[in-house]
């Protein structure tokens, strides 16, 4: 799930938690990731990927590392 589409579901509380648990902002989540303006690290996916319960995945959010999801 692309972050946008998780804020859609989710709302933006909910990405504040994930974010927070990551060791992130919800402005660079809002601003930078989804936007398309940055690439999360591939530390930080991982983390982002456990902090949303596996609702966020590696390959959504770093899709040249770990393939697109099918």
Not at 12 to 31: F, I, N, Q, R, S
């Amino acid at each position: 799930m692309l972050i946008k589409d998780f804020i859609a579901m989710f709302g933006l509380d909910e990405l504040d938690v994930v974010a927070k648990k990551a060791g992130t902002t919800l402005g660079y989540l809002c601003d930078q990731v989804a936007n398309g303006h940055r690439k999360p690290s591939p530390e930080l996916a991982k983390k982002l990927a456990a902090a949303s319960k596996g609702r966020i995945t590696l390959s959504d959010l770093r899709p040249d590392l770990w393939g697109k999801a099918a």
